[in-house]
């Protein structure tokens, strides 16, 4: 079974936009007080640091591709058929 590619953009995309979600769940459920803007530079924040790491893998990624012809997800080891 071929594994997915592993994406840490994605990843912090989801942490920041989950911590919001709590931020307004314990608004809505009385636990302490979110003023309505207080949200947008998380959500903000999250998404250009997600930017930024996505950008960052990219690069990593074609470097090793073009230095040492590292195997995709996709492509199996040369000793297994398939």
Known sequence: ??????RPG????GFFLTLAG??????????????????IPVVTGGLCLAGA???LTRSVRRRRKAV???RTPETPPSGIPG
């Open 10 to 13: 994605k990843l912090v995309a």
């Open 68 to 70: 040492g012809g590292a």
């Open 1 to 6: 079974m071929l594994r997915h590619e592993f």
């Open 53 to 55: 790491v996505g950008l």
């Open 22 to 39: 709590i931020i307004y769940a314990g608004d809505a459920g009385g636990a302490w007080e979110t003023p309505w803007f207080a949200i």
